[in-house]
């Protein structure tokens, strides 16, 4: 899970977290001092979640194609 978290830091991915209590929030996660902490930036602000409540993350990948008029976003769910 910490893999998935610093591979979506490096390409400045977007992530879905579920804690242990069924909560989803999407944010952009950044860099902290302390690695038992995910640090999230989100529409509503920064947020901090100990990786011992983290239950699932999900990158959002976007795929861009000469093929397709736009962009189409989709999930990797790791």
Known sequence: MKKEVEIAIRRKQQIIVRNT???TVTGFPERTADASILSLRTVH?????PFDEVEQVTRLLSIRSHHLS???????DL
């Open 21 to 23: 209590s069924g909560q």
């Open 45 to 49: 602000g920064s947020l901090w979640i």
């Open 70 to 76: 736009g962009t189409q976003l989709c999930t990797a």
